[in-house]
């Protein structure tokens, strides 16, 4: 039932564009993003509800795609900033207050 | 600037100690909750509560329990440690409503070594 993020890791050089995937096995209501610098709390970045609907944040944007059942993060020229763990979380179908994790995907931006 | 709080960013206990680990939010948040963080499993739900004196079991609620007394404050408590159980511990907030339009807050978690 977790969400599988792919790639689990990537090096990117500074101005390099990423993207991290989040896909599941099951109907998908609603796609949390947060991210996580080594030793620091989660802090979030957006959700995205069915529909479709892309949304940003800085340079990083998102797109849910219903039909797929999957949700994709988009750093576009990324910056040092950007370094830590990212992670998706979709709420579970039978309970609006519980989320399902992926097990995160590491970036590290390299000067 | 709002906050939730652990008490503790690092602890250690021995094998067989009830351990308290407890957490406190700012921004009147009816929703808390307890995950365990280990390398490769993400964020798992141990338990969660929506209001005052109510708490509901997460993925993984065995050999532990929770406590919640007052809306700000919610403490996780494991019964009886063991070295299963050592693990980056996160607490989270948010208002109610469920989480599919609100974010969660985190705090700074804390890192139990149970030896």
């Known amino acids: 039932q977790q969400p599988v993020q792919s790639p689990q890791a990537v090096i990117l050089r500074e101005g390099e564009d990423a993207v991290i995937n989040c896909s599941s096995s099951?109907?998908?209501?609603?796609v949390h993003w947060y991210r996580q610098k080594h030793g620091e709390a989660p802090v979030f970045l957006m959700i995205l509800l069915k529909g479709g609907e892309q949304k940003g944040h800085e340079k990083i944007s998102a797109s849910f795609n219903e039909k797929k059942q999957q949700s994709s993060l988009y750093l576009t020229a990324s910056q040092l900033s950007y370094s830590g763990t990212y992670f998706c979380g979709i709420l579970r179908g039978d309970s609006n207050y519980q989320l399902i994790w992926g097990a995160g995907t590491k970036l590290i931006i390299k000067p | 600037d709002v906050k939730v709080t652990q008490s503790s960013r690092y602890l250690v206990k021995r094998t067989g100690e009830k351990v308290f680990l407890e957490c406190v939010q700012d921004?009147?948040?009816?929703?808390m909750f307890w995950y365990r963080q280990d390398p490769g499993l993400g964020l798992r739900l141990i338990y969660f509560s929506y209001d005052v004196k109510m708490k509901e079991k997460g993925d993984i609620p065995e050999g532990y329990s929770v406590s919640r007394e007052k809306k700000e404050r919610f403490s996780l408590i494991l019964e009886s440690a063991s070295t299963n159980q050592t693990s980056m511990y996160l607490c989270a907030s948010s208002l109610l409503g469920g989480q599919t339009n609100t974010e969660a807050f985190f705090g700074q978690g804390t890192r139990l070594t149970v030896v």
């Open positions: 099951k109907a998908l209501y609603s």
């Open positions: 921004m009147d948040h009816e929703n």
